[in-house]
């Protein structure tokens, strides 16, 4: 049993933000041949990328958890899904706090997410169509 179980989950709820969480989301479009949501993600991947090489002390597990949120939710399109992505995704923000992620943090990885979101959703449709 682990030392201490809250942080421990805390940093689990964090994983859904994690590199090998979102790429396999986007493997997993490939076998699926998602052409949409697979540029939507490539797109908003990069645009993190570019970010967070902008805005340093950002944190990135919270943007791409709201990527994941934004995209899965357009995809799936049920009420459910997203009511349950987006009770994840809070969960992430509570965890952040729980593991002392600095404030200023946890806000600028959710605006650049939003950011990233928006970018990938703009392009995506004109990617898509060359």
Aim: glycine share 4%; proline share 2%.
């Amino acid at each position: 049993m682990a030392k201490n179980w809250k942080k421990e989950a805390a940093r689990d709820m964090m994983a859904f933000g994690s590199i090998p969480f979102y790429f396999i989301v986007v493997v997993r479009s490939i076998i699926g041949q998602y052409a949409i949501f697979i540029y939507q993600m490539v797109i908003a991947a990069i645009a993190l990328f570019l970010l967070f090489k902008i805005f340093k002390k950002s944190n990135v597990h919270i943007a791409r958890g709201i990527v994941l949120v934004v995209f899965t939710s357009l995809f799936y399109k049920d009420n459910l899904f997203v009511l349950f992505a987006f009770l994840l995704w809070i969960l992430m923000i509570i965890s952040a706090f729980y593991i002392k992620i600095k404030k200023t943090e946890i806000i600028k990885g959710a605006l650049l997410g939003v950011i990233a979101a928006g970018i990938a959703h703009y392009l995506s449709p004109y990617i898509l169509n060359l």
